[in-house]
């Protein structure tokens, strides 16, 4: 039987960690790199840093079942527009 992998995201003003569990609740992977708010530090930046932390949970898995993005700075549907690109583009740059 194979693994399901949950990735979650949790981006702010100050911070980005990013954590993966398997489905026996055990995190195998959790790191912590800088902010995520596009209102603060730029499209390209926050695209830089999902990417960056999506590369390295790739070397413990391939397949990610389910995944949660919290990312700061949505509120308006314009912002929200704007960081399903971010994330859009970090996934499909990760590999």
């Known amino acids: ?7 979650a995201v949790d981006g702010g003003a100050t911070k980005t960690t990013i954590a ?3 489905d026996s609740g ?3 992977f ?3 790199a800088s ?4 209102q603060t530090v730029g499209i390209a930046q926050v695209t830089n840093v999902l ?3 999506l590369k390295q ?3 413990y898995t391939p397949t990610i079942n389910s995944a949660v993005f919290a990312i700061a700075g949505i509120d308006t549907p314009y912002d929200l527009r704007c960081v399903k690109a971010i994330v859009d583009a ?4 990760s590999g």
């Open 51 to 53: 990417t960056d932390l």
């Open 57 to 59: 949970v790739v070397n």
């Open 30 to 32: 959790e790191t912590t």
């Open 1 to 7: 039987m194979s693994k399901h992998y949950l990735l």
């Open 26 to 28: 055990k995190i195998i």
């Open 90 to 93: 970090s996934v499909s740059s």
């Open 35 to 38: 902010s995520s708010n596009y």
């Open 20 to 22: 993966l569990q398997d």
